[in-house]
């Protein structure tokens, strides 16, 4: 099955741009996705991508995807204190739609 | 009710005791989910229903049971808790046409 892997911690000073990255291992994924968790919240659709494009820019969210290396990030410009959240990839495998879940990166704005 | 909702919010329970975790959405949406969030583990699918009346079993079923009775309801069950099922639990519902995963609130289970 799907393997998704992020790092854990990602600290930033406000303003800063901020990267999340992510590696997944199922090359057959159509759309992986990037959701955020505020403190005691459930999860939050921030943006998705599909399989065969390589950017989408959402505002102050870019989404870039290398297929080849099967490297999602997420990059967020102008970084704010109520960025402050986990930060969840996820990939959807082609045929369902059940999705696999990164370990989640925990993003901390400092002012 | 707007969106999904989950009750209860949290639980302290025994070990060895039946608990049920109730899950609500009210946007008709075909497909709903059961998953449990831990520490270091991201979230993992516990169960899954495509649609009303059928399910299917996510990465981590052992010891969880669901039913799909009708298009808005997807109960969790825990037969007989175990120390290992404390975490959050976050239940979610799609759109057959729309790929996005709408989740609840949570609810937080500690079993002693």
């Known amino acids: 099955g799907e393997d998704v892997e992020q790092s854990l911690f990602l600290s930033v000073r406000e303003g800063d741009s901020s990267v999340i990255n992510c590696t997944y291992t199922d090359s057959s994924s159509t759309y992986l996705y990037w959701y955020k968790q505020e403190p005691g919240a459930g999860l939050q659709l921030l943006t998705y991508?599909?399989?065969?494009?390589d950017m989408k820019q959402d505002q102050r969210l870019t989404v870039l995807l290398n297929k080849k290396d099967k490297h999602l990030s997420l990059r967020i410009a102008d970084t704010q204190t109520g960025d402050s959240a986990i930060y969840f990839c996820a990939g959807l495998t082609g045929g369902g739609n059940k999705l696999t879940f990164g370990t989640g990166t925990q993003l901390k704005v400092e002012l | 009710i707007a969106g999904i909702t989950q009750a209860p919010t949290s639980q302290i329970l025994a070990a060895g005791r039946r608990m049920t975790l109730r899950c609500t959405q009210d946007m008709r949406h075909n497909a709903m989910y059961w998953y449990r969030q831990d520490l270091g583990l991201g979230l993992r699918l516990i169960h899954y229903?495509?649609?009303?009346?059928?399910?299917g079993k996510g990465e981590v079923p052992d010891g969880y049971s669901v039913s799909r009775a009708n298009t808005d309801d997807f109960p969790l069950t825990l037969a007989s808790a175990v120390p290992s099922q404390t975490s959050v639990y976050f239940c979610?519902?799609?759109?057959?046409?729309?790929?996005?995963?709408?989740f609840g609130p949570g609810t937080r289970l500690t079993v002693l």
């Open positions: 991508i599909f399989s065969n494009m």
């Open positions: 229903s495509n649609t009303a009346g059928t399910t």
């Open positions: 979610a519902s799609s759109d057959q046409d729309n790929n996005e995963q709408f």
